[in-house]
């Protein structure tokens, strides 16, 4: 009962360090294949603020982007690799007797590749289709699902504020977004076909957002450098006039949020690790005792032969058992712990080898540097006084 006891500690140590490790990675994940899903390398090019009264309505309340501007960013700017023009809105959207409201994307074939999204069946709308404002879309998962159920949506028409649009093909699904939205529901459409016959502008060739994808993550700010010039330049903006366009780097924004999670995960693991401190100092307590009850034993075996080593190594070893023993219990309940809130709070939890290893090799390391104390205690005891004592 009482190594039990003293292995209690270990084992509840061991486990919350399994069990804690295993939600921090299972979220790092998560967020990793949501950054993943946004597409890499990205920067997003907002139009400027609009000021009403001396009030600021804030960045993309004023319409200073044009179709002009993405196609001078992707031709000019040598750090980027595609652009994406943006003119969205919601609509409803009608097929048969089922109806969904969902935002509906007005973009260019290039979106596809800046958002490092495939097509899971059918084909993209081209070049052709956004110059003669062509009345075809792309669905995402969740708009398939909701109007069309198990039934192939390829080759159908679809309505979308009452104008008749032909699907041409089905966006992969993605999921979640970091931020919480569900990607899959969308439709993209030519941008013009937007421009022209479903939101309509401002002024002709007005979009909302420029998406736009860096050649790699280390052109990323040579990329925001050059927009930043050339927009200066197209909008005739002086150097001490404040811009009308805003440029945000979405990577950073998102690989912040990553490297947050990760700090949360050594976090958790840190504090949980202190049960195995305290679980080593109960075994260095209950060690003492040890020593103190079997005084006897230890100067019968001195008096015999036993060197200062072998007293020694035989506390060190039940010190150590005591600790692996705490260890693999501990393992097993912190991978079923993990397990378990998995199930219940629907949170994936991964448990990864490196972390039982880690946590397996401190309980040990916990016995030896917890046991030696006792151990070395025990092996300076003076045989005579030893074998007189009560």
């Not at 179709?67 to 919601?90: R, T, W, Y």
């Not at 059918?122 to 198990?150: I, Y």
């Not at 008749?164 to 529901?185: A, E, H, M, N, R």
């Amino acid at each position: 009962m009482r190594s039990a006891l003293t292995m209690l500690g270990i084992i509840i140590g061991v486990g919350a360090v399994i069990a804690m490790l295993a939600v921090g990675t299972g979220a790092s994940q998560q967020i990793e294949s949501q950054i993943s899903s946004i597409g890499s390398n990205l920067l997003m090019v907002l139009p400027g603020a609009t000021t009403a009264g001396g009030v600021r309505m804030g960045a993309g309340t004023r319409p200073t982007l044009t179709m002009a501007d993405a196609e001078a960013i992707k031709k000019d700017s040598p750090a980027v690799s595609d652009v994406a023009p943006i003119l969205n809105g919601v609509a409803q959207v009608v097929y048969g007797h089922q109806n969904w409201s969902t935002g509906v994307v007005g973009t260019t074939p290039g979106m596809l590749n800046v958002r490092e999204w495939e097509l899971s069946s059918g084909r993209p709308f081209t070049e052709q289709d956004v110059k003669s404002a062509t009345k075809v879309c792309l669905l995402g998962q969740t708009v398939v699902d909701n109007l069309f159920g198990d039934t192939d949506p390829v080759g159908k028409t679809i309505r979308i504020k009452k104008l008749p649009f032909t699907v041409i093909g089905v966006l992969q699904s993605k999921g979640q977004s970091p931020g919480g939205q569900d990607q899959d529901d969308t439709i993209y459409v030519p941008v013009t076909t937007a421009q022209k016959k479903l939101f309509g502008t401002a002024f002709p060739g007005m979009v909302r957002i420029i998406m736009v994808k860096a050649k790699s993550i280390d052109d990323l700010v040579s990329a925001e450098e050059q927009i930043n010039a050339l927009l200066k330049q197209r909008h005739r903006i002086g150097p001490r006039e404040e811009n009308d366009f805003t440029v945000r780097n979405l990577t950073q924004m998102l690989q912040a949020a990553e490297q947050s999670t990760k700090v949360m995960t050594i976090l958790l693991g840190a504090i949980a690790s202190v049960s195995l401190l305290v679980g080593g100092i109960g075994i260095m307590n209950i060690m003492l005792v040890s020593v103190t009850e079997r005084t006897r034993e230890i100067g019968i075996r001195m008096a015999v032969g036993a060197r200062t080593w072998d007293i020694r190594l035989q506390f060190i070893i039940e010190a150590l058992t005591l600790s692996l023993i705490g260890g693999i219990a501990g393992i097993i309940i912190g991978v079923s712990t993990s397990e378990i809130l998995a199930a219940l709070a629907e949170w994936p939890t991964i448990v990864s080898p490196l972390s039982v290893i880690m946590a397996f090799s401190f309980s040990g390391l916990v016995g030896i540097f917890f046991g030696f104390y006792p151990a070395y205690k025990a092996s300076l005891l003076d045989p005579i006084e030893a074998l007189r004592y009560e």
